[in-house]
């Protein structure tokens, strides 16, 4: 079965750094992406990882390992518009991209 | 970059009426559309695969006959949902991949909420 398990809420302050964890088991995968989403908006892309390591874009950050069936999303010096819905998505054979829940953010001063 | 349009935002309708939701792509072709549907405070759950030119893939619990998707060309894609009901009241999001590579990233529509009445 597809499994994709991501924290349900954070909060964190601004200027601080949040890291946003994604554990997945699924049949196929072709990749995994991060998506911001705000309150009725549709998803942004943010990030894509397909080999191990870290890919850094500006103040995100997205980690894989594919062995463990793991990624994180970093996000440094948080700003109050960071407050979102984080979702971490695998990529499948067929092009489709299956979605976690979802992790909403929630940045204070 | 990659634009996709979604038409309507919005719509109200009353149960037992049919609602068509437009996806365009504006400056790419899509040969693969994507229909989402999200729920409050869920997920987005991935319903059908539109293909240009030939019947959509539908998710396993996904009714073919109640929503109903026609990609008549390589920027549009139509789900048609069908004698909705209150339980048919959601966010639908369609995405199209720009390319044909699997890491070109999914680009999203600004979603349609329904309701319905």
């Known amino acids: 079965g597809q499994n994709i398990d991501q924290p349900t809420e954070m909060t964190a302050t601004e200027g601080a750094i949040v890291q946003i964890n994604c554990t997945y088991q699924?049949?196929?995968?072709?990749?995994l992406f991060w998506y911001q989403q705000h309150a009725g908006e549709a998803p942004t892309f943010l990030s894509y990882?397909?080999?191990?390591g870290l890919e850094e874009k500006g103040r995100f950050s997205s980690f894989l390992s594919r062995s463990k069936g793991y990624s994180y999303l970093l996000l440094k010096e948080l700003q109050m518009k960071d407050s979102a819905s984080y979702l971490c998505?695998?990529?499948?054979?067929?092009?489709?991209?299956?979605f976690g829940k979802g992790t909403t953010l929630s940045v204070s001063s | 970059g990659a634009v996709v349009s979604q038409h309507p935002s919005w719509v109200i309708c009353k149960s037992g009426t049919s609602v068509k939701i437009e996806c365009r792509s504006l400056?790419?072709?899509?040969?693969?559309m994507f229909w989402y549907r999200q729920f409050p405070k869920q997920s987005l759950m991935l319903m059908a695969t539109?293909?240009?030119?030939?019947?959509?893939?539908?998710e396993q619990g996904v009714e073919k006959d109640k929503f109903l998707i026609n990609h008549a060309s390589l920027t549009l894609s139509t789900l048609t949902v069908t004698s909705a009901h209150p339980e048919d009241s959601s966010f639908y999001i369609c995405?199209?991949?720009?390319?044909?590579?699997?890491?070109?990233?999914?680009?999203f529509g600004n979603g349609t909420r329904l309701t319905v009445t």
């Open positions: 699924t049949s196929g995968f072709n990749g």
């Open positions: 400056d790419f072709q899509a040969t693969t």
């Open positions: 995405s199209a991949r720009e390319g044909y590579s699997y890491n070109s990233p999914l680009h």
């Open positions: 998505a695998v990529g499948q054979a067929g092009t489709a991209l299956i």
């Open positions: 990882n397909v080999l191990d």
């Open positions: 539109s293909n240009e030119g030939s019947k959509a893939t539908y």
